[in-house]
């Protein structure tokens, strides 16, 4: 609608990150106290500014000796020394020995500087002296072994020396360092700072998470401020969020001028309308400079990076899955470099695509995909796109698919390299698609790393079908269909029906009031089986009536409205938006609700007939109603 | 020296494991912001409240239209409908559409409920009405374009609908899931509780990081509390750090109790101390149980596990390599499974043993190896081991190899596994190992990723021979030599000589008041190059009076104090322990004592020969003086 929205020169992605390496995000040095430096970098060289150890230190228990006393020493002839002391670790030895003498000594304590090594507790016998009236000794060790200068003695210094190298600049530090840097003493550290990245929202239609929406007046939760804060932090940043109400534009200019003058990095993000963007294009061309704008990758075209009062500053788009795959792909690598951390190793799994999937050409396009293990444990990627708006698949996806720009589709069957969100994603171990029914939802509950695809009943058979689903979950007449079926993991039933308002005060009394009665009415989409059985259950009416299905539909009020989820039209008669819902006894019950049965649906469960040794299978057969 | 550090029937390894897992840490469960939940597990499902999107939502800029009324509209024939309202995200829909009406839409706006699509704008043309003059319709759009009931327009609840399984317990909370909660609105969540692990510091000779030591008394820095400290909180875990000092009995015994009724877990560690062990060992026998002590790993034999009070207790080695060995390998992954977080994936490198190493049968054994790779890029594992108490094999070594019980050795070329200390752990790009010498120490500031082990010259010499050093530091006589090779990658003069106190009080003039007054006297070790110069100028001193340089050296006091770095003579002048150490004219200018000279000598780096085109040793070569 603007002129800001057209893109005459998209640049590659290689120029994007060509222009976020030439911003300066680099925030400087910092010192930080030893028990916060874990996962910082250090700025400096560490040297080490005493000797470790810082005396001559007993490596073993025993005796501390002049170990020219033992030469010649043996199991069968000992040398019998007098034992003049003893010095545990933490002591200051109190006696010099001369020849002929030894002390006890613990590991880890200071060896007296008149001896020169230890020998091994294991290697002598302590005694009592010979009876021997002249002898005044308290005390002997008879040491049965000759040992040299030096054995069992850890030098001063042996550790690490006054002076040498410690640890140098650009070490990140982990546990191994914090001790390295005990050990010399240190107990703060001058380490890279995090650079300070704010994370303006400027959509008047976004609210906080936590707060109410008003549906009808378009809002919706800002997504993009907590996901990306979230994200400058794992990348090392620190977030600030700045929180923009209202639709004050000279308010919100302010907003990102200060953000600008408080921070290293300014991203915005969070919006698609048009009055917010047009005044972050205006705070830039006014006060900084544009630098790009526009990116041949999909998703993430309209990717703006620019200054503002010097300050670097990047747009990120407002749909989140796009906002968070600039952010991943491009932001994210550079907030790293800035805060001197080490790249991370994109982590990559290889795939065979599961079914053909469309690019564009002239992009690079970053395919979202899910992954599922086939009955051979190969893995297959399969698209998830749920819509350009949509968040869930930021969860349902593992990874993305690059596909070069000048690939116009990946086709089923096709090798693929998907790079993993995190190096920990892992395949989910049971992948079921299907209907969305509460029961399956909480079975699931007691089953290890599923995935649950609630798309409906037709989507199941149709993932199933296509080698991707490891289970479809049916309900409907497509669950009476597969009872017979062997790969049948689980099957209950569930009551349907009508939900109405507590007290039921249209008198809906079975599907004929729906039709005849001048109710409102929420109904569930074509992929549900609950929506099957109204269907059929409109046929048996219709026929009764000698008229056709669709002719009772167009007396529905609302027959169209077809919701997505098990709950929606029991919310929207809970929300007083429409009369009756299509659902089931269970939800009416949760929303406090009255409910008019029309009917037992049944939901089965069916593996895909290659997957029933998954393990992941076995579990969900474990874990669900007559699932044996 | 005690019956407790006696261990007849070492456990294995996997009884460690299972001894651990059979521990009850769980710290139940918590509900944590919505900022805070990256890196938490999700410890209930979560269940969408609302339909996301809450309405039907516009995916384009456009006009939202009734899908029937562009049914048969063309490029060559559009259809006319009266604009008769916009709407933007954020705002309420105002007017009704009749059939023929369009409204203006953003992207992200809420389709009014009398519209069922949208048209996209490039598919239109916005125009003032044709003039005549009974058109009272302000603006009209050619629709150029037919479009189906649905297009464009994201349903209410397409997301994800409420009632819908959104994420399920045990799901680690990466920025992705921050999205689709803040989608959903929820700003708080419940997640597993971390659990509370103790640390406790038991020696009495162990001073905190920042403190002075007193050598003399066997003093050293504590090492295990922050190290340990730090791993706990990568583990997921929670730190409590209770100090110990002093060497009451009765008040440590109340700390640990203290630690047991506070926490989920209690870990010593810290102490080689006798008496320390003796009252931990008092203290799990009369308030909890012992259920393993001692395990078949090298390092780690005295690990000790029980409980107190029904805590969980494990009492790790003293030994930082040992403590940190035992505590990475086996009560790490205790505590991420306690915080129910996933397992760490243990990082893995094929490499090839470069030296050969001994082993022990009857004990697991994990070697710690540095990695360094050769010419050819082939990764090699030498071993990293400057004796059981110290700290800088912690950060020498990138890893370990295991080697089983029933093995010896690991013999020079047997390809072994590396298991890594972390995922992130890349060999160093360049590893010089040889002289301690401050002018390279600095130059290796801007060297990425280097390695640097300043062991002497001679340990340089024999690791470039045996095909681990990339390149060897010399200096001394050996220095001298390698200057004819074509494998010098830079040089440089040093001046040396005696370090002495400010004013030098002793009016050391030479290497002969060091043999002819009463002086003591620190030296360096026999690895390093500034000893075998000191030697050479003994022999010359020796040639000039006719006699051995053995017998000069029996008139030095202090010729046998082998210190180990470049600093450390010198610092034990400026400590008052000794007159005169043998250094460098730098370091004693950076410590303000005096220096007698004595000659210059030279450093040479030598690179080996297979390792030249390695890009760290080119990096080096541009690093170092004299490096061209």
Redesign the interface.
């Known amino acids: 609608?603007s002129d800001h929205?057209e893109f005459r020169d998209l640049e590659t992605p290689d120029v994007l990150r060509e222009t976020l390496a030439g911003l300066d995000i680099e925030p400087g040095t910092e010192t930080v106290a030893?028990?916060d430096a874990?996962g910082r970098v250090l700025a400096e060289?560490v040297?080490?500014g005493?000797?470790?150890?810082?005396?001559d230190?007993a490596?073993m228990?025993g005796y501390a000796v002049r170990a020219a006393d033992t030469f010649g020493a043996s199991e069968t002839d000992p040398v019998e020394l007098e034992v003049v002391d003893s010095?545990?670790?933490?002591?200051?030895p109190a006696v010099a020995l001369e020849s002929g003498d030894a002390v006890e000594i613990?590991?880890?304590?200071?060896v007296p500087s008149t001896a020169d090594a230890v020998v091994m507790?294991e290697d002598t016998s302590d005694r009592e002296p010979d009876a021997d009236g002249d002898d005044a000794r308290e005390r002997v060790v008879d040491v049965r072994t000759a040992v040299a200068p030096g054995t069992h003695v850890?030098?001063?210094?042996?550790?690490?020396?006054?002076?040498?190298?410690?640890?140098?600049?650009?070490t990140?530090v982990?546990?191994?360092?914090?001790?390295?840097?005990?050990?010399?003493?240190?107990?703060?550290v001058p380490v890279h700072a995090r650079p300070r990245v704010a994370v303006v929202s400027t959509?008047?239609?976004l609210?906080?998470?936590?707060?109410?929406?008003?549906?009808?007046?378009?809002?919706?939760?800002?997504?993009?401020?907590?996901?990306?804060?979230?994200?400058v932090?794992?990348a090392g940043g620190v977030p600030v969020v700045y929180e923009h109400v209202g639709?004050d534009e000279s308010e919100m200019a302010a907003t990102i001028e200060r953000a600008a003058s408080e921070c290293d990095l300014v991203l915005t993000s969070g919006?698609?309308?048009?009055?917010a963007m047009d005044v972050v294009y205006r705070v830039v061309e006014e006060r900084g400079e544009r630098l790009l704008h526009g990116v041949a990758v999909k998703p993430g075209k309209p990717t703006l990076v620019g200054t503002i009062d010097g300050t670097a500053y990047v747009g990120l788009p407002?749909y989140?899955v796009s906002a968070?795959s600039i952010f991943r792909t491009f932001v994210a690598p550079r907030i790293r470099d800035a805060a001197a951390r080490?790249p991370?190793?994109t982590a990559t799994v290889d795939a065979t695509m599961a079914t053909r999937e469309r690019s564009e050409e002239g992009r690079l396009r970053l395919i979202p995909v899910g992954l599922v293990e086939d009955g051979a444990g190969a893995t297959l990627a399969y698209p998830v796109d749920?819509?350009?708006?949509?968040?869930?698949t930021?969860?349902a996806a593992d990874g993305v698919v690059p596909v070069d720009p000048d690939t116009n589709y990946v086709d089923a069957g096709d090798p693929v390299t998907v790079e993993l969100?995190?190096?920990?994603v892992?395949p989910p171990r049971v992948l079921v698609v299907g209907e969305?029914d509460?029961t399956l939802?909480?079975a699931?509950?007691d089953v290890?790393?599923?995935r649950?695809l609630?798309a409906g009943t037709r989507s199941g058979r149709r993932s199933r079908r296509d080698g991707v689903a490891d289970a479809a979950a049916l309900a409907g007449p497509d669950a009476d269909d597969a009872l017979a079926s062997d790969d049948v993991l689980g099957t209950w039933e569930r009551d349907w029906g009508l939900v109405v308002p507590a007290g039921n005060p249209d008198a809906v009394d079975g599907l004929a009031a729906l039709v005849d009665a001048d109710v409102s009415f929420a109904n569930r989409?074509a992929e549900s089986g609950l929506r099957a059985r109204l269907d059929d259950a409109l046929d048996a009416l219709a026929a009764d009536r000698d008229t056709t299905r669709d002719a009772l539909a167009d007396e529905i009020s609302g027959y169209?409205l077809?919701?997505?989820?098990?709950?929606?039209p029991?919310?929207r008669v809970a929300d007083g938006v429409v009369d009756v819902g299509l659902g089931l006894r269970g939800?009416a019950a949760a929303l406090d609700l009255d409910f008019v049965e029309l009917g037992v649906d049944r939901v089965a469960v069916v593996a895909a007939d290659d997957r029933r040794d998954k393990p992941g299978v076995r579990d969900l057969e474990r874990a669900l109603p007559d699932g044996g």
């Open positions: 609608m929205k030893l028990d874990r060289r040297d080490a005493i000797d470790v150890p810082g005396f230190r490596a228990d010095v545990h670790a933490g002591d200051r613990s590991t880890g304590a200071v507790v850890m030098a001063a210094g042996a550790d690490i020396a006054a002076g040498q190298r410690a640890l140098g600049p650009g990140l982990t546990p191994r360092e914090i001790g390295l840097l005990s050990a010399l003493g240190v107990d703060a959509g008047d239609e609210v906080p998470p936590g707060e109410d929406l008003d549906h009808g007046a378009g809002e919706i939760h800002d997504v993009n401020t907590h996901a990306i804060a979230a994200g932090r794992e639709d919006s698609t309308s048009a009055s407002g989140p968070l080490p991370t190793r749920k819509g350009s708006g949509a968040t869930t930021l969860t969100f995190s190096p920990s892992r969305d509460p939802s909480r699931l509950d290890a790393a599923p649950y609630a989409d169209a077809a919701t997505r989820g098990h709950q929606s029991a919310r939800t």
